[in-house]
T-cell receptor, first 114, second 110 residues
Framework: EAGVTQSPTHLIKTRGQQATLRCSPI?????VYWYQQALGLGLQFLLW???????NRGNFPPRFSGRQFPNYSSELNVNALELEDSALYLC?????????????FGPGTRLTVL | RKEVEQDPGPFNVPEGATVAFNCTYS??????FFWYRQDCRKEPKLLMS???SGNEDGRFTAQLNRASQYISLLIRDSKLSDSATYLC???????????FGAGTRLTVKP
């Protein structure tokens, strides 16, 4: 069974540009989560999508946004990139909506903002 | 104060040693608890969930103390392959706002 996939693996942008990151959950999983892992810091929760709707967001500015498509894949968009947005962005999926269900992580997209 | 705090590490131990990691959380509404493992430049993977009664999976034992808002992970008979960063994770039920600790790095040496 295929795991969570993310694309691209690496992304290099300049300050002020927009970045789009993509995630495909494990087949059958309806919930998708996005996290930011900056160098030396722990994972920070960004967004949670379930059944096409945003269910919760972490403490990030509105320029971090996303969406979930009917096939449950998801996109994370970061507008007006800043240098401190450079980080590993991890996507996870779970079968059930709810904190008790295991989240499975993708390999991540490493975003570098120059 | 961070919501989830872990031992800063790093822990450098010889093969066969027993090592314990501690984690405290600040939100008393937290209901679900996990330990994840993250290898260098890889994604986190679930190691084990943590239940109120404590649970064991082979060489790994997790404990939860709700009164003290404290979680622990004990690794017995450490193997070289246990070298990784261990992440303590808490969340509230039906919220999915999982809060990760910064992680504790373990290096097991021959």
């Amino acid at each position: 069974e295929a795991g969570v996939t993310q694309s691209p693996t690496h992304l290099i942008k300049t300050r002020g540009q927009q970045a789009t990151l993509r995630c495909s959950p494990i087949s059958g999983h309806t919930s998708v989560y996005w996290y930011q892992q900056a160098l030396g810091l722990g994972l920070q929760f960004l967004l949670w999508y379930d059944e096409g709707e945003e269910r919760n967001r972490g403490n990030f500015p509105p320029r971090f946004s996303g969406r979930q498509f009917p096939n449950y894949s998801s996109e994370l968009n970061v507008n007006a990139l800043e240098l401190e947005d450079s980080a590993l962005y991890l996507c996870a999926s779970s079968l059930l909506a709810g904190g008790t269900d295991t989240q499975y992580f993708g390999p991540g997209t490493r975003l570098t903002v120059l | 104060r961070k919501e989830v705090e872990q031992d800063p590490g790093p822990f450098n131990v010889p093969e066969g040693a027993t090592v314990a990691f501690n984690c405290t959380y600040s939100n008393s509404a937290s209901q679900s608890f996990f330990w994840y493992r993250q290898d260098c430049r890889k994604e986190p993977k679930l190691l084990m969930s943590v239940y109120s009664s404590g649970n064991e999976d082979g060489r790994f034992t997790a404990q939860l103390n709700r009164a003290s808002q404290y979680i622990s992970l004990l690794i017995r008979d450490s193997k070289l392959s246990d070298s990784a960063t261990y992440l303590c994770v808490v969340s509230k039920v039906n919220n999915n706002d999982m809060r990760f600790g910064a992680g504790t790095r373990l290096t097991v040496k021959p």
